[in-house]
C-alpha cells in the first residue's frame, strides 16, 4: 500500500509542476480512483468474515477430509483439481467470485500436503485467464465493442484457441503437481517429516484440536453448506454488487453458529488483521488507479499517453507483424494498463496503425484479447487480484514473481495456436 500511494503522488507533483493537472485535478482522480477499488474492498472484508467464520465452525475440514480422501498423497491430483475448480467457478467471468470459490476451498489442502500458495494461484490464474475469454467476460465484450461486432461473433473466432488453452491449463497444473512432488510435498513428503518447534506431531495434533474444538460446529455443517452454496448462488446470479452476497452471509453465520456478543467480537477480531491490511493494500490502490488511470475534464489519462507513445514507436519498425508484436508485449503490459485503458484506449489505435500496414483489425483484437486474458489475475492494475492474494496471504510482489514467465509463457503458446489455425497471420 505504501508504494502504491507513494510513486503514484511523486507522479502527480510531477504532472501537477509540469502544468498538465491542477491539484484539484489530483483530487478529483484520486476520488474517482477509489470507485474501483472501493467495492472489492467491502467484498474483501466479508468474504474473508464469512469464509473465517466457515473455517472456525469446521465446514471446510469435512470438505477437505472429503478430498484427502479422493486425491490421498496425490500432490498432481491436488493441483489438477485446483484447475477444474477455477475453469469451473469462472464460467460466470467474475475473477473476484471465482478466487473466493477457489482459494477458500483449495488453501487448506495445499497447507495440509505442505503445497506452496503461490502455486494454488499459479494454478488458478492461468485457468482463470481461459475461461475469461467466454462472449460475457469484459475484456471479450470491450474489444468486441471496439471491433463493432458481437461479443458471440469474436468468441466464436477465438474458440479453437480457447479449447486448446484449456487443454494446457491442465497441463500446467499436472507440470506443477510434479515441480511440487519434488521438493517434498504431500503427507508423506520430506516437508511433512520436518520436526516443528513441538516436541513432537502428536503433540502439535492434539494442540490445534483442543484449540478448534471451542470454535467447531460440526452439528451446523448442513447449514453452513446450504448458506455457502446460497452465498456463491447469489453471486454468480449478479443481482446485488459482489460483495452484497457476503455481507447477508456474515450476518447469519455469525448470528446462527456464534450467538452471542462476545463470542461474536472473538470471531471477528480473529479475522480482522488480514482484512484491515488488504483493505489499506485496496485504498493505496485507488490512488494509483485514480492518477493513472482515470480521464478528466477533456486531458488524457496518463495510460492513454503511454499508449500512444507504445503505438507512435512500435509500427515504424513492426508494422506487418504487429499482430504478432502486440501479442508477445501484452503480458508485461497487463501489469501497467488496466482492462479499460488497455481495450478501449490502446485497441483502436493499434487498429488504426494495422490498416495503414494493411493488417485487418480482427487480427490484432484476437491477439490482444487473447494473451491479455492470459495476464489479467497477475496484474496489480485489477482490483480482483489483490483479492485473491488476499485470500491465499501471498504478497503481491511474489505472486507476480512466482507467476508472471508462466503466464507470458503460456499465453505466447496460446498465440502459436492461433498462428497455426490461421486467426493469427504471421
Not at 478466487?99 to 492461468?126: D, E, G, N, Q
Request: charged share 10%; net charge neutral.
Amino acid at each position: 500500500s505504501i508504494a502504491f500511494i507513494i510513486f503514484p503522488m511523486i507522479l502527480g507533483v510531477i504532472l501537477v509542476f509540469g502544468g498538465y493537472y491542477s491539484w484539484e485535478n489530483i483530487g478529483k482522480l484520486i476520488k474517482s480512483g477509489f470507485s474501483s477499488t472501493g467495492p472489492t474492498a467491502a467484498l474483501f472484508v466479508f468474504s474473508v468474515l464469512y469464509f473465517g467464520i466457515m473455517t472456525d465452525a469446521g465446514m471446510f475440514d469435512v470438505i477437505i477430509g472429503k478430498l484427502m480422501l479422493l486425491v490421498k498423497d496425490n500432490v498432481i491430483g491436488v493441483c489438477v483439481m485446483t484447475c477444474i475448480i477455477a475453469l469451473i467457478g469462472h464460467l460466470d467471468g467474475g475473477g473476484a467470485s471465482t478466487f473466493c470459490i477457489v482459494v477458500p476451498a483449495m488453501l487448506p489442502v495445499y497447507k495440509k500436503m505442505h503445497m506452496r500458495p503461490t502455486t494454488l494461484l499459479r494454478i488458478s490464474v492461468i485457468a482463470m485467464g481461459v475461461l475469461n475469454l467466454m462472449p460475457w467476460a469484459g475484456p471479450t465484450m470491450r474489444a468486441a465493442t471496439v471491433l463493432g461486432i458481437e461479443a458471440g461473433s469474436l468468441w466464436q473466432t477465438i474458440l479453437p484457441i480457447q479449447a486448446c488453452g484449456i487443454v494446457l491449463a491442465l497441463a500446467v497444473a499436472v507440470l506443477n503437481g510434479i515441480i511440487e512432488q519434488k521438493r517434498g510435498a504431500g503427507l508423506n513428503g520430506k516437508l511433512a517429516q520436518e520436526a516443528t518447534h513441538l516436541n513432537s506431531v502428536e503433540e502439535a495434533a492434539a494442540e490445534a484440536e483442543s484449540a478448534n474444538n471451542e470454535l467447531a460446529r460440526p452439528k451446523l455443517f448442513v447449514f453452513n453448506i446450504i448458506l455457502t452454496i446460497a452465498v456463491i448462488a447469489l453471486l454468480i446470479k449478479d443481482i446485488f454488487p459482489s460483495y452484497v452476497p457476503f455481507m447477508i452471509g456474515v450476518a447469519i453465520a455469525i448470528l446462527v453458529n456464534y450467538p452471542g456478543a462476545k463470542m461474536q467480537k472473538k470471531i471477528i477480531n480473529l479475522h480482522s488483521g488480514p482484512a484491515l491490511m488488504m483493505c489499506s493494500t485496496l485504498m493505496g490502490a485507488a490512488v494509483l488507479m485514480g492518477i493513472l488511470v482515470k480521464d478528466i475534464e477533456g486531458v488524457n489519462s496518463v495510460i492513454t499517453c503511454m499508449s500512444n507513445l507504445i503505438s507512435s514507436i512500435l509500427p515504424a519498425a513492426l508494422g506487418q507483424h504487429l499482430p504478432l508484436v502486440i501479442g508477445i508485449l501484452s503480458v508485461p503490459l497487463a501489469l501497467a494498463f488496466d482492462t479499460d485503458s488497455y481495450f478501449y484506449g490502446m485497441l483502436p489505435v493499434m487498429i488504426g496503425i494495422g490498416e495503414g500496414f494493411g493488417v485487418g483489425a480482427m487480427p490484432i483484437a484476437v491477439a490482444m484479447v487473447v494473451c491479455r486474458n492470459c495476464a489479467t489475475f497477475i496484474s496489480p492494475m485489477v482490483p480482483a487480484t489483490l483479492l485473491g492474494v488476499g485470500l491465499a496471504d501471498v504478497d503481491i510482489k511474489d505472486h507476480i514473481k512466482n507467476s508472471f514467465l508462466w503466464v507470458w509463457a503460456f499465453s505466447i503458446i496460446c498465440m502459436l495456436v492461433g498462428v497455426i489455425v490461421g486467426i493469427i497471420p504471421l
